[in-house]
């Protein structure tokens, strides 16, 4: 067999038997607005990007840097937070308020039949939500979230503005003075650590809008183990 030959057949081979994975990116739609615009904005995408992921570009890699995320931060995650003023607990029977309006002068309400009970009557506890539903209506807002599918419930919850690890990692994050029904907004100094979370300033003001992405990133040749390319030279004896 000719060399050339032998190439193709080797190329013909891996791409049979290339592995693929999905890799999780943020493609920003270069723009600002509120929570529930910057929610439905992204919904044709597949939603915003969560928490998780902002914790991975910020925090544990270097993708912020990247010029297609230029001017993005800070910027909305799709989960909000849930929890009652400083030193007391979510109750059963009752709802969660927040304790500001929002800018157009409606309350949020977080439903007590959406607080899991494991929350119910013990100090320290949180919520992160990823919202079901959110109904708007003149005077209030109110999201909807299942229990049991939607909600973390967060152990250790910072009393005032403080360090603490929640949210999957060891972050900065700025609450309310009192109860907090708000959207989780990440990256508002991404040239410091990038840990800061606030679940304090989502109802009133914009911050920009992006989805997640999955991509598909195929197995480079230079990635190739040994033990992959003796695989391929192994599976060639059974191609016809």
Same mark, same amino acid.
């Given at each position: 067999?000719? %060399?050339?030959?032998?190439?193709?057949?080797?190329?013909?081979?891996?791409?049979?038997?290339?592995?693929?994975?999905?890799?999780?990116?943020?493609?920003?739609?270069?723009?600002?607005?509120?929570?529930?615009?910057?929610?439905?904005?992204?919904?044709?995408?597949?939603?915003?990007?969560?928490?998780?992921?902002?914790?991975?570009?910020?925090?544990? %890699?270097?993708?912020?840097?990247?010029?297609?995320?230029?001017?993005?931060?800070?910027?909305?995650?799709?989960?909000?937070?849930?929890?009652?003023?400083?030193?007391?607990?979510?109750?059963?029977?009752?709802?969660?308020?927040?304790?500001?309006?929002?800018?157009?002068?409606?309350?949020?309400?977080?439903?007590?039949?959406?607080?899991?009970?494991?929350?119910?009557?013990?100090?320290?506890?949180?919520?992160?939500?990823?919202?079901?539903?959110?109904?708007?209506?003149?005077?209030?807002?109110?999201?909807?979230?299942?229990?049991?599918?939607?909600?973390?419930?967060?152990?250790?919850?910072?009393?005032?503005?403080?360090? %603490?690890?929640?949210?999957?990692?060891?972050?900065?994050?700025?609450?309310?003075?009192?109860?907090?029904?708000?959207?989780?907004?990440?990256?508002?100094?991404?040239?410091?650590?990038?840990?800061?979370?606030?679940?304090?300033?989502?109802?009133?003001?914009?911050?920009?809008?992006?989805?997640?992405?999955?991509?598909?990133?195929?197995?480079?040749?230079?990635?190739?183990?040994?033990?992959?390319?003796?695989?391929?030279?192994?599976?060639?004896?059974?191609?016809?």
């Amino acid at each position: 067999m000719e %060399t050339n030959d032998l190439e193709k057949d080797l190329e013909r081979l891996l791409s049979a038997y290339r592995e693929k994975t999905k890799m999780p990116k943020i493609r920003s739609l270069d723009t600002e607005l509120n929570y529930l615009d910057a929610r439905n904005a992204a919904e044709p995408y597949g939603g915003l990007p969560t928490n998780a992921l902002h914790q991975k570009i910020l925090v544990e %890699t270097d993708e912020w840097k990247s010029p297609e995320l230029k001017g993005y931060y800070p910027a909305f995650a799709r989960e909000m937070s849930v929890y009652p003023k400083p030193w007391e607990t979510m109750k059963k029977g009752e709802d969660v308020i927040d304790a500001f309006l929002d800018n157009k002068g409606r309350k949020w309400i977080y439903p007590s039949y959406c607080i899991p009970d494991e929350a119910i009557g013990k100090a320290g506890k949180a919520l992160m939500v990823n919202p079901r539903k959110i109904i708007e209506e003149k005077k209030e807002v109110t999201v909807i979230a299942n229990p049991y599918k939607d909600v973390t419930v967060l152990s250790d919850f910072p009393q005032r503005s403080d360090w %603490t690890r929640t949210f999957g990692a060891d972050n900065y994050v700025w609450r309310l003075s009192g109860a907090g029904v708000r959207p989780l907004v990440r990256g508002f100094d991404v040239y410091d650590i990038g840990r800061d979370v606030g679940v304090d300033c989502g109802l009133r003001y914009r911050f920009g809008v992006g989805y997640e992405s999955l991509e598909e990133v195929p197995l480079n040749l230079k990635d190739i183990t040994l033990e992959q390319f003796l695989s391929v030279i192994k599976k060639s004896n059974n191609v016809g």
